[in-house]
């Protein structure tokens, strides 16, 4: 089946640093990665479409200077946290859509538990 | 109101019993629906999709009620490894493939 990466797994920094989490499609192309975010006995929610050769689209709410989004490659897409704070404490989920992504199966991969101090 | 809502329980029952998950969305242009299952700390992963004319896949049973705008999943003779966070998920109609989900359900199946 498809599989879908993330890098790393688990982070805690200090406050005002930047994270950089990478989503990795394995056997597969993604022109369409999304990135969620799912805070503690919260739902995953949306943060931005990423959308491979052009600009990510950002979901009402989230700010894209604090987190900007690279899809440079296929199969590549990473989320930058920038001047992390505690309140960005979070499960950071990406998810990769082999073709359309209206019609196809997203992918999730394992998450990265971000724990800024 | 929230896109998508669950009863987030969580439902404890034994080992055997059959149990029922509701979910309600809000957006009559709803285009796909899907159950999916989270492990604690896990990422989601698919259990099945939901259609008007019912879905069966084993002991499990998921059917949409589009006029309603109600889905729902039915679990038969629940085994301890059915214990997870069951989340019910919808596609808007459009060509982003955004999906919604909702709080999630916990399940714990106790022997």
């Known amino acids: 089946g498809a599989v879908v990466s993330q890098h790393p797994s688990r982070v805690i920094c200090k406050s005002g640093t930047s994270v950089k989490i990478e989503c990795r499609s394995l056997?597969?192309?993604?022109?369409?990665m999304f990135w969620y975010r799912q805070f503690p006995k919260q739902s995953l929610m949306l943060m931005a479409t990423s959308n491979e050769g052009s600009k990510a689209t950002y979901e009402q709410g989230v700010e894209k200077d604090k987190f900007l989004i690279n899809h440079a490659s296929l199969t590549l897409s990473t989320l930058t946290v920038t001047s992390a704070h505690p309140e960005d404490s979070s499960f950071y989920i990406c998810?990769?859509?082999?073709?359309?992504?209206?019609?196809?199966?997203?992918?999730f991969g394992p998450g990265t538990r971000l724990t800024v101090l | 109101r929230k896109e998508v809502e669950q009863d987030p329980g969580p439902f404890n029952v034994p080992e055997g019993a059959t149990v029922a998950f509701n979910c309600t969305y809000s957006?009559?242009?709803?285009?796909?629906f899907f159950w999916y299952r989270q492990d604690c700390r896990k990422e989601p992963k698919l259990l099945m999709s939901?259609?008007?004319s019912g879905n069966e896949d084993g002991r499990f049973t998921a059917q949409l009620n589009r006029a309603s705008q109600y889905i729902s999943l039915l679990i038969r003779d629940s085994k301890l490894s059915d214990s997870a966070t069951y989340l019910c998920v919808v596609r808007i109609s459009s060509n982003t493939g955004k999906l919604i989900f909702g709080q999630g359900t916990t399940l714990q199946v106790k022997p």
């Open positions: 056997d597969f192309q993604a022109t369409t």
């Open positions: 957006n009559s242009a709803s285009q796909s």
């Open positions: 939901v259609y008007s």
């Open positions: 998810s990769a859509v082999p073709g359309l992504a209206s019609a196809n199966e997203q992918f």
